[in-house]
C-alpha cells in the first residue's frame, strides 16, 4: 500500500516557468472592472481584454512612451502634421492602449521640454511652443528669410482683421517689394515658401463663392492654428508699434480691438 505524501515547495520544479509565471504582462492601466473581474471568481476571461488592448510590460510601455518623444522630436524638424501610426509605427500599442500612450507622450512633452501636443484632426498632430509667444522673436531674433516672410504675412493678415484676400495680400507684399511670382533676393521662392507656411499650419488658405450660385472662388488666408498658439496678439501690436514709430497706447483703436478678439486661440475640437 502506497502512501501519498504532500507536496512541498522542495518538490517543486522551478526550472521551467508553470502556468502562471509563463510570459507574465502587466497590462497597461487596466480599468477597476478589469481587476476586479480577474480577481474574483467570474466568467471574465484574459482573452476578451487582449482583444480591446495589447497587453504590455511596464518596461515596453515606458519604452514605447520614450521612442514616441524622440520620434515626435525628430518630426518637428519640419513643423508639419504627423501622424499618430507615424509614432507608434511598429509597436504594440494599439486601440486604447495607444491613447493612454499618447496622453504620457503629451504629458513628458509637456514637463519636460515645455511643448504642447495637440490633435489637429482625427489621430494627427503637431508640436507647438506655447511659451514661444513673441512675433518680435520671429523677426529681430536670429535673422531667418523664413521667419521674416512669416512676421509680415501674419502681420498682414492681422491689420486685415485676420483674413486677407489674396489679390489684397499681393497688392500689401507689393507695397513693400515683394513678388509672388518672382523670387526675392532676401526671401526667394515667397510663393513656395507661403505653401510650406500652409502645411505647417501657421496660415491656412480657405474660399468663399465670389457670387451666389457661381462654382469660381475667391482664396483667402487667414492664421493657422499653429500661430494662434505660439504668437499672442499684444506681440503683434508692439511690431506694429515699433513699425508706426509710435506707443502701444496710441495704436488706432481698430487694431486693438481685433486684437482683443483674438487673445485667446480657440478651443480644440475633441476627436476621440
Not at 510663393?191 to 483667402?220: C, H, L, W
Request: aromatic share 8%; hydrophobic share 30%.
Amino acid at each position: 500500500m502506497s502512501v501519498r505524501r504532500k507536496r512541498t515547495l522542495e518538490d517543486e520544479d522551478y526550472s521551467q516557468p508553470g502556468p502562471s509565471q509563463r510570459n507574465k504582462k502587466v497590462p497597461f492601466k487596466a480599468t477597476s472592472a478589469q481587476r476586479t473581474a480577474s480577481d474574483g471568481d467570474s466568467d471574465y476571461e484574459p482573452q476578451d481584454y487582449s482583444q480591446s488592448q495589447t497587453v504590455l510590460s511596464q518596461e515596453t510601455l515606458n519604452e514605447i512612451i520614450n521612442n514616441a518623444v524622440i520620434q515626435i522630436l525628430a518630426h518637428n524638424n519640419t513643423l508639419r502634421p504627423f501622424k499618430r501610426s507615424d509614432i507608434l509605427h511598429n509597436t504594440k500599442a494599439k486601440g486604447r492602449v495607444a491613447n493612454q500612450v499618447m496622453e504620457e507622450v503629451k504629458k513628458k512633452l509637456s514637463d519636460i521640454y515645455g511643448v504642447t501636443l495637440l490633435e489637429v484632426e482625427h489621430q494627427k498632430y503637431i508640436l507647438v511652443n506655447p511659451m514661444n509667444k513673441k512675433l518680435e522673436k520671429y523677426i529681430h531674433e536670429q535673422k531667418s528669410p523664413k521667419r521674416d516672410l512669416l512676421g509680415l504675412l501674419l502681420t498682414i493678415i492681422f491689420v486685415n482683421n485676420m483674413q486677407v484676400h489674396e489679390d489684397k495680400l499681393r497688392e500689401c507684399l507689393q507695397k513693400v517689394k515683394v513678388d509672388l511670382q518672382d523670387n526675392h533676393p532676401y526671401f526667394g521662392d515667397v510663393n513656395k515658401q507661403i505653401q510650406e507656411f500652409e502645411r505647417q499650419m501657421y496660415i491656412v488658405k480657405d474660399y468663399v463663392s465670389s457670387a451666389k450660385g457661381q462654382e469660381k472662388t475667391q482664396p483667402f488666408y487667414v492664421w493657422g492654428i499653429r500661430a494662434k498658439h505660439e504668437i499672442s496678439m499684444n506681440s503683434i501690436l508692439e511690431v506694429l508699434a515699433k513699425i508706426y514709430d509710435t506707443t502701444l497706447e496710441n495704436l488706432p483703436p481698430s487694431l486693438k480691438s481685433i486684437a482683443a478678439r483674438y487673445t485667446e486661440p480657440e478651443p480644440m475640437e475633441d476627436f476621440a
